[in-house]
């Protein structure tokens, strides 16, 4: 099992950044792939960008291709999310997630989750 935490979140201007943070417990971090996630008020969790255990393979929601950029550090047990040029829809609580299974964009196949960090964006 692992438990993840997220930080780094707040509030940013549009054409800002922020860079989140997801420390994760345990001793076998290496062995999970890793997702962000999103969720706007009264809008569905969407997918926003994971990365493979390895960090060779990434994939990213093309709303925040050329804008967001996922990293993990194994040794430190984290995973990063970079977001330059942040606009107002990027708005939302923003969630790491962890899966055991290879690199996935499906929301169902990650297995632990962490608590959430708020990303607000003014116009």
């Known amino acids: 099992q692992v438990q993840l935490v997220e930080s780094g979140g707040g509030l940013v201007q549009a054409g800002g950044s922020l860079r989140l943070s997801c420390a994760a417990s345990?001793?076998?971090?290496?062995?999970?792939?890793m997702g962000w996630f999103r969720q706007a008020p009264g809008k569905e969790r969407e997918f926003v960008a994971a990365i493979s255990r390895s960090g060779t393979t990434t994939y990213y929601a093309d709303s925040v291709k050329g804008r967001f950029t996922i990293s993990r550090d194994n040794a430190k047990n984290t995973v990063y999310l970079q977001m330059n040029s942040l606009k107002p829809e990027d708005t939302a609580v923003y969630y790491c997630a962890a899966s055991r299974t290879v690199v996935t964009t499906t929301i169902s196949r990650y297995d632990y989750w962490g608590q959430g960090t708020q990303v607000t964006v003014s116009s």
């Open positions: 345990g001793r076998t971090f290496s062995s999970y792939s």
